[in-house]
């Protein structure tokens, strides 16, 4: 790559994703590393917060939190790295990563992996990517989190409903592990505030009634798409 692509943000953004990441994690031809692919059960705690990790893993499937002190910071899915921005050798998780669904996925040492990313002349732009993608969701999240009560639930709602629910017809469903008690400890609020402004919310058309999963009507929810069309977030 040319040295003055290094200073493009856009190419940093699509070079050194997580995507890339793997590749490279993968080519034999560069400084060999061993892996291996493994399962774990909905509820494993994959990361401990204040403890040294050996493991950097990039999910294939499933979902899983980050949290720290029992708040909510975040949520990991497919082709995402954990463990990425604690990767020197003694240096402790920032947060817990607990399964939030049965995952599988790519276990490498993270001594390998740094190992690995010093005998590219652009391989510390991976870390730089990672961080500067952790930095963006602690921006969105606080964007989010400034606006009133019920504003900011709709709003969460909505933001994690695009990341990681699914979309049908006028429809955007969560994932079923993302309860009203889950959203109220990411959004900071108490359980009873949510329910409440949630059965305002069915009332009003803008969340639909006897769902299983939170499902968001789409054609109410068109202000609130827009704010997080506006943070930069896909998908939308």
């Known amino acids: ?79 995402e790295v954990i463990g990425m921005n604690n990767i020197l050798g003694n240096e402790v998780s920032s947060f817990t990563v607990t ?29 730089y990517n990672d961080m500067k993608l952790m930095n963006q969701h602690m921006v969105q999240r606080d964007v989010l989190h400034v606006v009133d009560t019920k504003e900011r639930l709709k709003i969460n709602i909505v933001y994690l409903g ?22 109220s400890n990411f959004i900071n609020l108490t359980p009873t505030t949510v329910y409440n402004i949630c059965k305002q919310l069915v009332e009003e058309g803008f969340l639909l009634e006897g769902a299983h999963n939170i499902v968001v009507n789409k054609e109410v929810a068109t202000h609130e798409l827009a704010i997080i069309k506006g943070l930069g977030v896909l998908n939308v």
């Open 99 to 127: 399964a939030l669904t049965n995952m599988v996925l790519l276990k490498f040492a993270k001594e390998d992996v740094m190992l690995k990313l010093m005998h590219l002349q652009e391989g510390l732009f991976f870390l």
């Open 162 to 183: 695009v990341l990681y629910g699914k979309e049908i017809q006028n429809q955007l469903i969560l994932p079923n592990n993302f309860t009203k008690k889950m959203i």
């Open 1 to 79: 790559m040319p040295y003055q692509e290094l200073f493009d943000k856009q190419v940093v953004s699509k070079q050194f994703n997580s995507d890339q990441l793997l590749k490279l994690l993968l080519d034999d031809s560069i400084y060999p590393i061993s892996h291996e692919i493994i399962q774990v059960k909905k509820r494993t705690i994959l990361l401990h917060e204040d403890e040294v990790h050996e493991y950097l893993y990039i999910i294939q499937s499933g979902l899983c939190n980050t949290t720290k002190d029992g708040h909510i910071k975040s949520f990991l899915k497919e082709e």
